[in-house]
């Protein structure tokens, strides 16, 4: 978009084409995301907003094009030279993605200990710290399987974001929360990105709870990138199928 330069793109995608079997989920995604924004990706289900995710870190390749991450080519890169890129990004999956053998703290402290920090002590209280901002202090003990939805994603949330990284990108990261929960989530994200000079890049179909985050927007639709811009545009756009996406979102949640 012409409102952010390239040169300030996190993320820059040039014709990314990905298929499963016969079946072409990406057909030519060409986008920029911005550094130190809040990037939202909206479009129905199985549009491949979760592959497109994927390939944002290197966890899955596409067929063909290419992903530039702070303008260095990731498709080309071994999974040791992607190690580097992967520690500047936290990411959040759809499915919360816990250990479900290891307890709340082992799961939020993984990525520290992947990193190589091996002081108890500090790794302690960078969970405690993470966990009072995702509003489940003291909840280190308790094992996954015990938990909520909506505390699963917490602790999932907690995970991305303890090493600090650059960007943080997240998938449905207020599904199966109530509205009160969802909207503490969002600020906590629409917080880090301002506070942390974060690039997020948030898969969501909560269109209330991205309303208030989006600095930017990317409509995926028929394996395309169909619309690129502000919240705003989307919302007055006349085009058909972005009419059709919105209202099936009832203008709520
Ligand atoms: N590893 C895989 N192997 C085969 N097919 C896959 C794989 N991952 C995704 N797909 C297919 O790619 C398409 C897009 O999937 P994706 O999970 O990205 O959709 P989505 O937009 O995230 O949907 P939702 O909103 O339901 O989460 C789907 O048809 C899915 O079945
Ligand atoms: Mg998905």
Redesign the pocket.
């Known amino acids: 978009m012409s409102e952010f330069p390239a040169n300030e793109s996190f993320f820059s995608l040039n014709d990314v084409r990905t298929r499963?079997?016969s079946?072409e989920?990406l057909r030519g995604v060409t986008l920029e995301i911005p550094k130190s924004r809040t990037t939202v990706i909206l479009?129905?289900?199985?549009?491949?907003?979760?592959?497109?995710l994927k390939h944002l870190n290197g966890l899955?390749n596409p067929d063909s094009g290419s992903i530039r991450v702070c303008g260095q080519e990731i498709t080309s890169l071994t999974e040791r030279q992607l190690v580097p890129m992967r520690r500047k990004i936290g990411i959040l999956f759809?499915d919360g993605a816990l250990f479900d053998s290891m307890s709340v703290g082992e799961n939020v402290a993984f990525p520290l200990r992947e990193q190589g920090l091996r002081d108890r002590q500090q790794i302690a209280s960078l969970v405690a710290d993470v966990l009072e901002k995702v509003e489940l202090p003291g909840e280190e003990v308790k094992m996954p399987p015990a938990l909520s939805g909506g505390m699963r994603k917490r602790v999932a949330l907690a995970r991305a974001i303890v090493s600090h990284p650059d960007c943080l990108l997240c998938?449905?990261p207020t599904a199966g929360l109530d509205p009160v929960l969802s909207q503490r989530i969002s600020r906590l994200i629409r917080r880090l990105t301002e506070d942390h000079d974060l690039t997020s890049v948030v898969?969501s179909?909560d269109m209330d709870a991205m309303r208030m985050i989006a600095d930017h927007v990317i409509f995926?639709q028929g394996g395309t990138v169909h619309y690129a811009g502000d919240m705003a545009g989307l919302e007055q756009s006349e085009d058909e199928a972005i009419q059709t996406f919105l209202s099936s979102k009832g203008g709520g949640g």
């Open positions: 499963f079997g079946k989920v479009g129905g289900s199985g549009t491949g907003k979760s592959v497109l899955l759809q998938d449905e898969v179909h995926l």
